[in-house]
């Protein structure tokens, strides 16, 4: 478990992380989310203590392996150094855009370097290089230079380096900001496996919002180094929070006429069944606006913007209550 209290951090005058107070789950995949310059990644490189806090501390909880009743590690991250700062960095393992790998060594020798650092022998570093590139599915490529490999195969390689020193919390700096929309789909669901089989708490820092959808249980939006808001992906996305509205931008331009409703249908509810079967109970006519059905991890959910006229406005408002559907009153521009 990661507990951030009262995290503040500045830059000279410059207040980049204001009072945070948040907690992230041990075996969660949590996004940071938010505008660039938000602090996003700034909060990400206070877990490992890449920044220092100007107040407020991390404590980082880890039930003890050997699972001894009387005894839960918890280490500071505030008061670390020296050497324990080293251990704990080994269990705090990190990703990046850019990936950041030697581009002058092969791959093999990219994912073997922590483990060489470590003074391994080097027939065990064979067989946990040998290992990772497995898990990462780079092993065809291990003679490869980086500048041989498309991003998403850096990308593997950083993440297989990564894992080399077994971590328990992997942080993932916009890992898939530099890669198209199909790598990017490959990449998420290589960490969802590192995750799930691994075990690792993963949290990860995206303005991307299909990254969000795709892999984070629970996200916080994070604004001018304030927090705005902590919860499930798609409650957020369900209850259209309006922290996270200024961060989507494809809301449909709405008829001037009339009142448009958003609905939001949850998992393998039938949107379509309600709203034929409602204009039939009605005895009204509306038009649909606009419709989206969006992935959230393994659930599909569904959002239907419809425009009804005025005068049916009340008893269609007092349907959708009564079916107890998530719904929002849209303002036109015109209103
Ligand atoms: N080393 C630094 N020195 C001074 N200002 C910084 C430094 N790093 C980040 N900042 C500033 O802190 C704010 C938050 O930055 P950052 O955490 O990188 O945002 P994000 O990752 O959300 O885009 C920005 O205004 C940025 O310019
Ligand atoms: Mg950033």
Known sequence: M????????????????????????????????????????????????????????????????DNSLSDIDKISVRNLKGKDLRMFRKKVAMIFQHFA?????????????????????????????????????ISDKLNNKPNQLSGGE????????????????????????????????????????????LGITIVLVTHQMEVVKEICQRIAIIQKGKLLEVGKTEDLFLSSSSALKTLVDDQPILPKDGKSIKLYFPRQYTG?????????????????????LENFGDDVLGSLVINVKDKDFIAVLSYI???????????????
Request: one cysteine or more.
């Open 2 to 65: 990661i507990t951030f209290t009262n995290v503040t951090k500045k830059y000279n005058d410059l207040t980049a992380l204001s009072n945070i107070n948040l907690t992230i789950n041990d075996g969660e995949i949590f996004g940071l989310v938010g505008p660039s310059g938000a602090g996003k990644s700034t909060l990400l490189r206070t877990i490992n203590k890449l920044e220092e806090l100007d107040d407020g501390d991390i404590v980082v909880t880890k039930k003890k392996q």
């Open 101 to 137: 790998l030697l581009q002058t060594k092969n791959v093999y020798y990219n994912i073997a370097l922590p483990l060489k650092c470590m003074h391994y022998k080097k027939d065990v570093v064979e067989k946990r290089v040998n290992e990772l590139a497995e898990i990462v599915g």
């Open 154 to 197: 850096r990308q593997r390689v950083a993440i297989a380096r990564a894992l080399a020193l077994e971590p328990e919390i992997l942080l993932c700096d916009e890992a898939t900001s530099a890669l198209d929309p199909q790598t990017t789909k490959q990449i998420l669901n290589l960490l969802k496996k590192i995750n799930k089989e």
């Open 272 to 292: 379509d069944s309600l709203i034929t079967r409602m204009a039939r109970e009605l005895n009204i006519d509306f038009s649909i606006v606009w419709g989206k």
């Open 321 to 335: 209550k009564n079916e107890k559907i998530s719904f929002e009153v849209l303002e036109s521009e015109g209103n």
